[in-house]
């Protein structure tokens, strides 16, 4: 069992920077994948970034691909979602998720989800 809590989302201007923390408690957390996915107001849920267990191998949508950099601190059991130059359509609830595949792109591949921390980007 993971359970997962998000924090450092908030209110930013356009063309502005915002590090999300996704702390995990529970056992082995260096074996799962993880994954952030996010869900604008009124859209579905979205892959943002996935990285492995190991954080050797990672990957990133392609709308977000140079902006977002996503990484993991096995030691601190913590995958951080750094996102630089952020734009209005950046504004969604974002979640961390873990998963016992490999690098899974689809959320109903991820058997952990946070509460999810909110992210608003002002034009």
């Known amino acids: 069992q993971v359970q997962l809590v998000e924090s450092g989302g908030g209110l930013v201007q356009a063309g502005g920077s915002l590090r999300l923390s996704c702390a995990a408690s529970?056992?082995?957390?260096?074996?799962?994948?993880k994954g952030w996915f996010r869900q604008a107001p009124g859209k579905e849920r979205e892959f943002v970034a996935v990285?492995?267990?190991?954080?050797?191998?990672?990957y990133s949508t392609t709308s977000v691909k140079v902006r977002f950099t996503i990484s993991t601190d096995n030691a601190k059991n913590t995958v951080y979602l750094e996102m630089n130059s952020l734009k209005p359509e950046d504004t969604a609830v974002y979640y961390c998720?873990?998963?016992?595949?490999?690098?899974?792109?689809?959320?109903?591949?991820?058997?952990?989800w946070g509460q999810g921390t909110k992210v608003t980007v002002s034009s």
């Open positions: 529970g056992r082995m957390f260096n074996t799962y994948t």
């Open positions: 990285i492995s267990g190991s954080g050797s191998t990672k």
């Open positions: 998720a873990a998963s016992n595949g490999y690098l899974p792109t689809r959320d109903y591949e991820y058997e952990y």
